[in-house]
Nanobody, 119 residues
């Protein structure tokens, strides 16, 4: 059974930093992409950053230059380093894994971790 567990959320002052971590367990097949999404209260869940199996990264315009996604393939982990945090970065952050297994593509989500940015 695939499980994603996020950690590292919390409360930080504007301008501060947080590092989120996500560990995937129970995986089979090949991980195609790992990503971070966020969902502010009353809003949709949007992509923050993603990283492919080859290391290609993609960022939302709002976080470019401030956030960095990284991945440890051997450990099946993906981190999100968040610097220069702004109040608008506050949200529940979710880890997502896209996996290829036995001819099918599957998406898995973590339970989310809260990030609060105090102004």
């Amino acid at each position: 059974q695939v499980q994603l567990v996020e950690s590292g959320g919390g409360t930080v002052q504007a301008g501060g930093s947080l590092r989120l971590a996500c560990v995937a367990s129970g995986t089979a097949g090949a991980i195609i992409t790992m990503a971070w999404y966020r969902q502010p209260p009353g809003n949709e869940r949007d992509l923050v950053a993603s990283i492919t199996s080859t290391g290609s990264t993609n960022y939302a315009d709002s976080v470019k230059g401030r956030f960095t996604i990284s991945r440890d393939k051997a450990e099946n982990t993906v981190d999100l380093q968040m610097n220069s945090l702004k109040p608008e970065d506050a949200a529940v952050y979710y880890c997502k894994m896209t996996n290829f297994f036995r001819g099918g593509i599957y998406n898995y989500w973590g339970q989310g971790t809260q990030v609060t940015v105090a102004s």
